[in-house]
């Protein structure tokens, strides 16, 4: 996986858990179940991104996919750029690759995620195959309501 995803460095744009705040300027995203954790207005904390970036709480084992600029809230939180490879292709993916991972509880779970192979389908079937997931994913939307 190393060869398909930069993992971008954090400690500049992390803040305190404690610094969180219900409203700001700048949302934070870290490794809990919500998209967005809270917000700051710590402009110097920003990660500027232009493109997609994959979240994966190191944790919790969550997966997001952020394409808007955001600042990083608390410790445990792995920033992945995706590299010839459709973000959002890559985290239905890792989606699927970390349920065979072991749940180790509050131990960090990056270290396994890295070490899978994943086959990387023309960007043709990328797209094709990231279709039909979003289509899945609008159903079952639909059957819950």
Known sequence: MEKIVRSIPTKNHQIKQSAIRETGRFPVVSQSQALVEGFSND????????????????HTRTLKLIDFPFIIGADGVKVLQPIGISPQ??????????????????????????????????????????KKVDLLFEKVALLKR
Do not use: M, W
């Not at 402009?43 to 190191?58: P, W, Y």
């Not at 270290?111 to 990231?130: D, F, R």
């Open 89 to 130: 292709f890559l985290k239905y993916h890792l989606e699927c690759t970390i349920l065979f991972v072991k749940d180790r509880g509050y131990a960090r779970h990056y270290s396994y995620l890295k070490n899978k192979i994943i086959g990387i389908p023309s960007e043709l079937e990328q797209n094709k195959i990231t």
């Open 43 to 58: 402009k110097t904390k920003i990660l500027e991104n232009t493109d997609s970036l994959i979240i994966f709480g190191d």
